[in-house]
């Protein structure tokens, strides 16, 4: 070994700029997965703020839709998707810089093959997309339902059992590893978003509502929950093994074809149900007024984009089981912001499940700072092994 360790330095005496160029080059690759690590995170954050402030604005404005007159199912399924021409900009942008760029046609020159071996057939694409689309169909609908026949209470708790099924579809789909942080984590949010939904002042009694609704309802909900959680992680199964793509580009694409799929889906319902005779009506008893009505649907319809937006991206970024984590973190930070809104009580047990989600939340982000940190040290020593393996092939 001493022996080795002599010839390495009489080897990089001898030739002092190839040492500089190979120390130039480690400097270079460190800062590029610097670079990397902190655009990961930055789009992470981003991410993290379009899911809740899409969410959060999204049922703040259903729910003043359903206080001020509003009663279509169907309407309410119809905006959750109907919203997505306004990314067609944000795609017809990206799309054009992205081939634009001289980056990416040196990139087609040099791997077309690749690219194309890899690249999904379109029949492929469109077959994911209109399953997704009808999946989010049903699944929009379902939830529509149980709201309608379920007090707030039961509903929100229903809802929170989301995160259990996507623990148990990435476990199975998805490869996810669970450790003890993410546990905690797992539990925490759970938690919060039960104790809010027991302590729902609004929630009502369940005995105005008949028998066999509420338990159409009841299980409704819970196979919307179930669903949805299959969609997040079919999704992130499809991102890994199909598309194999984590441009802005594939997030808008599969946000826009299942949301166009899912608003024919809508339209199709809502007159094969017959209530869009009773959508004018609905206007006119509107209690802000007509334009209201018409401007809330619309901005209903944006938000849940935004949310769709930082759902898919969480995905794409980290896992389907993170989307649906943040996604439950919502659950309490609707209240606070009901208070301000529609004045409604916070009271200590709102509190106290703020403060939980905030804690599972944390959890779970120090997880995958162990993990960041953990691949850190394994690249690093990885370049050192193969930077000494070099170094004995070139004494040989």
Known sequence: MEIVQELQLQTSEKNPHKNRTSVSDQHQQKKQAMLQRYRKWFCISVYIIFLLAGQSAAVLLGRLYFDKGGNSKWMSTFVQSAGFPVLLPLYLFFSSSSSSSPQSKSNNNTNKDSFEKTKPKVSTLIVLYIAFGLLLTGDNLMYSYGLLYLPVSTYSLLCATQLAFNALFS?????????????????????????????????????????????????????????????????????????????????????????????????????????????????????????????????????????????????????????????????????????????????????VALLLAIWGFISYIYQHYLDDKKAKADKSSDVGIEEASKGEVEIC
């Not at 989307?323 to 309490?332: D, G, K, Q, R, V």
Request: hydrophobic content about 50%.
């Open 171 to 351: 476990y199975f789909l998805n490869s996810q590893k669970f450790t003890a942080f993410i546990f905690n984590s797992l539990v925490l949010l759970t938690i919060s978003a039960a104790l809010l939904a027991i302590n729902s002042d609004d929630s009502g009694d369940s005995s105005g509502i008949p028998r066999g609704k509420y338990i159409i309802g009841f299980i409704l909900t819970v196979f919307a929950s179930g669903f949805f959680s299959l969609y997040l992680s079919l999704m992130q199964l499809t991102f890994d093994k199909v598309i194999k793509d984590n441009t802005f580009s594939a997030i808008l694409n599969m946000q826009i074809y299942p949301s166009l799929v899912a608003t024919l889906g809508c339209v199709v319902g809502l007159f094969a149900s017959g209530e869009w005779k009773t959508l004018h009506n609905e206007m006119q008893i509107y209690q802000k007024g007509r334009v209201s009505y018409v401007m809330t649907l619309v901005w209903i319809a944006g938000t849940w984009q935004v949310f769709s937006i930082g759902m898919i991206g969480l995905i794409l970024e980290v896992s389907s089981l993170f989307s649906n984590l943040i996604s439950t973190l919502s659950l309490p930070i609707v209240p606070v912001l009901a208070v301000f809104f529609f004045h409604d009580k916070f009271n200590g047990v709102k509190a």
